[in-house]
């Protein structure tokens, strides 16, 4: 745990350069609310999460630029936001117990009957509306916070015990499903989908987020062996820098299987952040 802490520490300073001015990261793409809330929900300090969302309520992609959503409005995305993306609101919100942003974000589902944004086309709108795990999630969430007397809705004692969908899947969708499973496992105490959780460890047991959730809530193993091995492989994660794609050809691994993890042989070499590493591993370092 002593050399985790060290390489933490060593992060913590080295991945403040690839952040903006809001404390965002992975600003020149479109998934930066994702990543940017996942970073929040264990290092917040730094982090205006609000720089992404419109005066009406409506989230972005990313930080907005003079009050215009430079994802959607400049046609750089089909929609101008995704489940993954609140998804990772939701981890930012229920660490940091903001109720506030919370309470908003579902009355602004309400009040659009749960279409969060817009889409260029027709095959992009169904990624807008929220389903029933991020909704009953959220209305978890807000439970949790002490702050159901403050929804002006009747069915949100309903919503957040609505069972929630999860199969075998791979690569992106597996690392948003087990995303999903952890943030319910704080909220309720316990895991759900449990044979999820086993099925994409023994996929890819070197996946430092699928090992945590594994020992934290199957094995109930708060010494996380696996994972902080996981997290000191240097090939990975190199103990004196932050890795680049000569290192590993992917900025956040977790979203990745293992075929996609191999060094990039081009001659330049993309710097990455590092926050991979830093969400999984302040999770089992705790504060």
């Not at 903001?98 to 659009?112: G, H, I, M, Q, S």
């Not at 699928?210 to 997290?231: C, D, G, H, M, Q």
Request: glycine share 6%; charged share 25%; net charge positive.
């Amino acid at each position: 745990m002593d050399q985790l802490k060290s390489k933490i520490k060593l992060y913590t300073e080295l991945y403040k350069a690839h952040q903006d001015r809001y404390g965002f990261i992975d600003t020149k793409k479109c998934d930066s609310l994702l990543f940017t809330g996942l970073l929040g929900s264990v290092l917040p300090d730094r982090i205006n999460i609000t720089a992404a969302r419109k005066p009406d309520g409506q989230w972005c992609r990313r930080p907005l630029v003079n009050g215009v959503d430079t994802c959607f409005e400049l046609n750089n995305t089909k929609s101008s936001i995704s489940r993954d993306m609140l998804l990772g609101l939701l981890w930012f919100i229920w660490r940091n117990k903001r109720l506030d942003l919370a309470t908003d974000l579902w009355n602004y589902a309400v009040k659009n009957n749960l279409k969060m944004g817009s889409a260029a086309t027709i095959g992009s709108v169904a990624s807008l509306y929220l389903t029933p795990n991020i909704l009953s999630t959220l209305a978890l969430i807000i439970d949790k916070l002490g702050g159901k007397n403050n929804i002006k809705c009747s069915w949100l004692s309903i919503i957040r015990k609505l069972p929630i969908s999860v199969v075998k899947n791979n690569g992106y969708r597996a690392h948003l499903d087990i995303l999903l499973l952890a943030l319910r496992a704080e909220l309720l105490g316990k895991i759900e989908n449990k044979d999820i959780v086993k099925y994409q460890f023994e996929r890819v047991p070197k996946n430092a987020l699928f090992s945590y959730v594994y020992e934290r809530w199957i094995e109930n193993n708060t010494k996380y062996p696996k994972t902080i091995a996981n997290l000191m492989d240097d090939k990975l994660f190199p103990s004196d820098r932050l890795p680049t794609s000569r290192d590993r050809d992917t900025e956040w691994l977790w979203q990745r299987d293992p075929e996609e993890w191999i060094p990039y042989k081009g001659k330049w070499a993309d710097k990455f952040n590092g926050c991979d590493f830093l969400f999984v591993a302040k999770l089992v370092a705790g504060k």
